[in-house]
Structure formats: structure tokens, C-alpha cells
């Protein structure tokens, strides 16, 4: 068990639009990731759908580089959604 790969998981609940990471387990593969999401992060069935990422595949940002990595979107104030109004009765953007 040392040896198997850590896996991130990401589960859709009933309610939701979009997968949240719920946490981290190991597995031999990803089949057996899945069924062990299933039994640990969705044992009152409020899950609709598991996604499993091995945690190795996983690329990230280093926060210290964040002025580099997100400036460039500060001089586009034309991308944020400040120039209009959302009409009543939108309840998902």
C-alpha cells in the first residue's frame, strides 16, 4: 500500500453544477480509486457523479508566482462582468 499512488477526488453532488475536490486516498489504480471514492465520499448517496485524478497529473500555479500569472488579466477590464446587468430570474452564470 506504500507504494500505490495518491489520487485526488473530485464528486458532483445532486444540487451542484460542477465537481468539488472532497479529498485524497491511495489506490492501486483507478478503478479501484473510484470504488473506494464511492464507499468513503459518498456514503449518504448526495453524490451524482466521481471524478478521480491521480495527484501526479495534477499541474499547479506556485502562489508566489501570482503577480506574474495574473496581472496580465488586470489590464483587460473589458473581461469582467461589470458592463452589464443580469437580468432577473438567471440563476446560473
Do not use: C
Not at 477526488?9 to 444540487?15: D, G, N, W
Not at 486516498?25 to 480509486?33: G, Y
Not at 496581472?71 to 446587468?85: G, I, L, M, W
Request: proline share 5%.
Amino acid at each position: 500500500m506504500k507504494n500505490w499512488p495518491l489520487w485526488e477526488i473530485f464528486v458532483r453532488s445532486k444540487q451542484g453544477l460542477s465537481h468539488k475536490h472532497v479529498g485524497s486516498l491511495h489506490a492501486a489504480d483507478a478503478e479501484m480509486a473510484m470504488q473506494n471514492a464511492r464507499d468513503v465520499y459518498t456514503r449518504r448517496m448526495e453524490g451524482i457523479s466521481i471524478w478521480v485524478v491521480e495527484s501526479e497529473q495534477i499541474t499547479a500555479s506556485d502562489p508566489a508566482e501570482k503577480d506574474n500569472l495574473f496581472d496580465p488579466a488586470n489590464d483587460k477590464v473589458y473581461r469582467h462582468p461589470t458592463f452589464y446587468d443580469v437580468p432577473d430570474g438567471v440563476s446560473h452564470i
